[in-house]
Every structure is written in structure tokens, then in C-alpha cells.
């Protein structure tokens, strides 16, 4: 499924070679090709930092995981550093790293100890199935880091960074394309590469690179939410999902059944990754929360601190069971709106909290200081 390495006959080239089809860099912009040639460390580890922060965003829409983008970036950089030689300023350091990391990426999913498939849902009879379900290794990232990586709206490649490009929809559903045709819809369609400098970095030709983004928007049109066309470039929760968060963790904070029932939208869906498994419906939800918060077995007091992951509100959970003398994280929950309703909760465990700034447990006078103000 995937597209060929290389030119048939011929060896595949160097992924660490530099692109060609990018203008030449401006000199003033690059200046530091010699140096990073001649391994000058103090200049390429101020470049390689400089551009950190959007490779771990592009590993991460690679990859689907949190964890496995950092490890890459590291690798990626390792890469470069060996290959820097090869660096001669020809193309931007930065159109450089992308190449290096977009392979790096695909030989970390090719090879057999990384090796995943997606779980295989039949969408034609599961059209509103969240993608999610099916992508076991699906982790958040949180805003504050995607912010890193553009810090201002006004900057070149702020769209790099876009709620549509990294909402958990879209992040589950190009998991679903193989390795080859997502790099190649990732690099055109996200990033903004020239088809020329895209076949260069992939070693394929131009004709396999605009085959291959054909059928990846062909299959993504099956996966993505129906009202994808309506997705913005936002780079924030809008107000109206800030009061439905803020609705959300009173709720949840006074195990309140029914006003949580009634921010759900009817055919709201909760995905639980790495489960496959899909609560369906807003009675399935709400018959799943039930035992947790009411009755004589429920869980106890809860705590909730609102988040901002993917571009999209969320929420991390603590509990303090009877008798414990502290809060202790359970999960987060990413949620998903449409007019003024939860149309999906996508919900992950508690072992990432630390990433968000936040501890796996809570002493309950920092739970009064949050609920109180004081």
C-alpha cells in the first residue's frame, strides 16, 4: 500500500541528504551552514532548538503518540548531528530537519518492534464510530506545548500548528493511511512543502507523490468527522466551549449525573483508547458514569482541573476514595463540541498528567485552594 523507495534499479539515496528543490536559502537566514559543517555544537544546538518544538509536532502527527514524537525528535537530531556534513545550506536548516525527521519516522514504523495496526472497524457500517477507538497508541498533547512551536498566530508556519491539523480526529484518522501516504499528505497538505522538495525528502517521484496524496485524501474522507468543513485554523478553544468546559468540571466536581447528562448531545460517543471499545449514545454514557459517581459504590469526592490538549477543551480527573487522605488522577477527558452540546469525550489515562504540569496525586488543601480562589 505504501509507495516504493527510490528510483527502480537504483539504490535509495541518503534520507539524510539535503532537499534541492527548496529556493536557495537566503544567506542571512542560514548563515551558519559552515559552521554546522565544520560541527561547530554551540551553532547547530541553537538551530536544532530553534526548531525543536515543530518537529516534535510533526513526529506526533507521524506517529499518533506523545511519547514516540519526543523519542524521534531525539533521533532525528542524532541523525543530523552524524549527517551534518551534508548540510550545505542549499535549503533551509529547517526544510533539512523535516527530511531527516520525516524518515526517521518512517523507519521507526517500519520496523518490526514498532510495528501497529490500527484495529480494523468496518466504517461504512459504523459511520459516526470515533477514529480514535481504533488507534490504541492515540495520546494528547497539551496546548502549551503546541504553542512552542509557533508562538504567535503571526508567525510563518503558525498554521503548522492549527486545531485542524492536530484535533484528535484528525490525528486517529491519518493513522489510519500507510506510513508513506500520510508523510507525503503531512508534508503537502499540513506543512506546505513543494511537491518537488516532498519527492525529494520521500525519494519518489513526483507523479507516486500526487498519486499517493489522491487516495490519502480519498481514504481520510471516509475516517474524518462530518462536519470536518467546518473546522477552523484556530489555535484556541472558542468561548463557547470554555463555558461548556467550565459547565463540565462543576458538574463532574459535584458528581451531578444530571447536569452532566444534559451538556451530552444525544448520540454523543466516548472512546477510551487504548481500548477499542465505544460508549454509544448518551443513555450508554451516562449508564457507564452511573456506578462511579452515585449510589454506595461510587468512587467518592472529585476534583477536576480544566486543560487545553489538541486545540480542544479537556479535563483531568481525581478521586479521593473513602478513607485516602489525598486526590488521585484517574483520567483526562478531551472533549469534542458542536452547538453548545459534547458530541465526544475521548478519554485517556492519568500516566501523561505530568506533561500537562500537573501530579498523578493532590493534597486536599490544594483542592480547596483551587475550588475556593484562596
Not at 550545505?88 to 529547517?94: D, I, L, Q, V, Y
Request: net charge negative; glycine share 6%; with cysteine.
Amino acid at each position: 500500500m505504501s509507495e516504493r523507495h527510490g528510483t527502480a534499479g537504483q539504490p535509495p539515496a541518503d534520507p539524510s541528504a539535503e532537499p534541492t528543490a527548496e529556493p536557495p536559502a537566503d544567506s542571512r537566514a542560514e548563515p551558519a551552514a559552515e559552521a554546522v559543517r565544520a560541527g561547530d555544537e554551540a551553532v547547530f544546538g541553537e538551530l536544532a532548538t530553534r526548531h525543536r518544538h515543530e518537529l516534535r509536532v510533526h513526529c506526533y502527527r507521524m506517529l499518533g503518540s506523545f511519547t514516540d514524537a519526543e523519542d524521534l525528535v531525539q533521533e532525528t537530531l542524532l541523525r543530523a548531528w552524524r549527517a551534518r556534513e551534508s548540510f550545505e545550506g542549499r535549503s533551509t536548516f529547517r526544510a533539512w530537519l523535516y527530511r531527516i525527521a520525516t524518515n526517521a519516522c518512517l523507519d521507526a514504523l517500519s520496523g518490526p518492534a514498532r510495528a501497529r495496526e490500527t484495529v480494523a472497524a468496518d466504517v461504512s457500517e459504523s459511520p459516526g464510530r470515533p477514529a480514535a477507538a481504533d488507534v490504541p497508541w492515540l495520546q494528547p498533547y497539551p496546548d502549551e506545548l503546541l504553542d512552542l512551536a509557533a508562538p504567535d498566530e503571526g508567525a510563518p508556519d503558525a498554521v503548522a500548528i492549527a486545531r485542524e491539523t492536530v484535533e484528535l480526529a484528525f490525528l486517529a484518522a491519518i493513522q489510519h493511511l500507510p506510513p508513506r501516504q500520510r508523510a507525503v499528505l503531512i508534508l503537502r497538505d499540513v506543512v506546505g512543502r513543494p511537491v518537488a522538495e516532498t519527492a525529494e525528502a520521500l525519494e519518489m517521484s513526483v507523479a507516486s507523490v500526487k498519486s499517493a496524496l489522491q487516495r490519502a485524501r480519498a481514504t481520510l474522507r471516509g475516517r474524518l468527522p462530518r462536519r470536518r468543513a467546518d473546522w477552523s485554523a484556530a489555535t484556541r478553544p472558542s468561548r463557547d466551549e470554555l463555558d461548556l468546559l467550565e459547565r463540565y468540571v462543576t458538574a463532574s466536581r459535584n458528581a451531578d449525573l444530571a447536569a452532566l447528562a444534559a451538556l451530552l448531545r444525544e448520540d454523543v460517543l466516548q472512546a477510551m483508547p487504548p481500548a477499542a471499545l465505544v460508549y454509544d449514545g448518551r443513555a450508554a454514557v451516562l449508564d457507564m458514569w452511573r456506578p462511579v459517581l452515585e449510589g454506595e459504590e461510587r468512587w467518592g469526592e472529585w476534583h477536576c482541573v480544566p486543560l487545553a490538549v489538541n486545540r480542544q477543551p479537556a479535563v483531568a480527573n481525581y478521586v479521593r476514595r473513602p478513607g485516602e487522605t489525598s486526590y488521585t488522577a484517574v483520567n483526562i477527558d478531551v472533549l469534542c463540541a458542536e452547538d453548545g452540546l459534547i458530541t465526544e469525550i475521548t478519554t485517556f489515562g492519568p500516566e501523561l498528567l505530568p506533561l500537562f504540569g500537573l501530579p498523578l496525586s493532590v493534597r486536599p488543601s490544594i483542592v480547596e485552594q483551587a475550588v475556593t480562589g484562596s
